[in-house]
């Protein structure tokens, strides 16, 4: 069997194009076009890499946006202060602060400093509850693309079993509740889960956020299984691998994400989503 490919690249193509559209049409109603915040603090190559793409994605949907850029050895007051400075703008409708933050600062006290109607990252407390009770508001993005990028595949989702490996805050657990939510039968893996092989070999939905490259096994992977692959390691030659064998898997799986092109563009796509829905709710 060659597992089908699911494009994240070209369905975050399409779902831009709609966005696009939207915004083309509140403009010529007078309205004022989406605006989008993105904070970063320190240099990390990688969060460099990330803000970039995700201000050029705006760009192209014709959204307004603004980069703030602080120094690594900001004080957590300056933060929060901007913080409090765009969540009172009119002009802003969403606030990203790009993690991870430098050691002194406090993630939580971060994020729960952002307006939850401008959380468009869907971290904050309220915006994670909302999800919890199956009513939620702006929801967090990579885990929002990977169920975008499942119902495309047409399947139901209902009753399957789904594993996820890893447990972050940002993709483990509301990847989880996600799934919950449209009733799959879901088990979370960590660092101290037992057998865990056996536990994917049962799995018809395998989300690898495991961080480690070519982590997940074509001997693990049942045959015909969904498998979404979240990793996105450099290697020592600079090229990028998922947490997935993918060319091992992809002769067993029944759809498998590429990395690159898979699910880091439906994450981008889903802050895009975020931020129109944060002008409604605004
Ligand atoms: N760092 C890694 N992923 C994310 C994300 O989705 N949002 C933010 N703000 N930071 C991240």
Not at 43 to 65: D, H, I, M, T, W
Not at 137 to 163: F, H, N, S, V, Y
Request: glycine letters at 8%; aromatic letters at 4%; charged letters at 20%.
């Amino acid at each position: 069997m060659t597992a089908q490919i699911l494009d994240g690249k070209a369905i975050a193509a399409d779902i831009r194009e709609n966005i696009q559209s939207e915004v083309r049409q509140m403009l010529a109603n007078g309205q004022p076009p989406p605006g989008l915040a993105v904070v970063l603090v320190g240099e990390n190559p990688a969060s460099q890499v990330y803000v970039r793409n995700k201000r050029l994605a705006c760009e192209q949907v014709g959204f307004y946006s603004q980069l703030h850029t602080l120094a690594a050895d900001c004080t957590q007051e300056a933060l929060l202060a901007l913080i409090e400075q765009l969540n009172k703008d009119p002009a802003i409708n969403g606030i990203l602060v790009q993690l991870p933050l430098p050691q002194h600062i406090d993630e939580e006290t971060v994020t729960e400093h952002i307006l939850p109607a401008k959380d468009v990252d869907g971290f904050h407390p309220y915006n994670i509850g909302r999800l919890v009770l199956r009513r939620p508001l702006l929801r967090p993005c990579t885990p929002k693309g990977i169920m975008t990028l499942l119902q495309r595949t047409g399947q139901q989702l209902e009753g399957q079993d789904a594993i996820i490996i890893g447990q972050s805050n940002i993709v483990g657990r509301p990847m989880a509740l996600e799934l919950l939510a449209a009733r799959c039968t879901i088990t979370v893996c960590h660092s101290r889960t037992k057998d865990l092989p056996d536990k994917i070999r049962q799995a018809d939905i395998v989300i690898a956020a495991v961080g480690r490259a070519h982590f997940v096994q074509d001997y693990w992977v049942k045959p015909g299984a969904t498998v979404i692959d979240v990793g996105i390691n450099r290697l020592d030659d600079g090229s990028l691998a998922g947490d997935v064998d993918f060319d091992a898997v992809s002769k067993k799986a029944g759809w498998i994400t590429p990395v690159p092109g898979g699910v880091g563009p439906m994450t981008i796509a889903s802050l895009l989503e975020n931020t129109l829905q944060a002008v409604k709710l605004g």
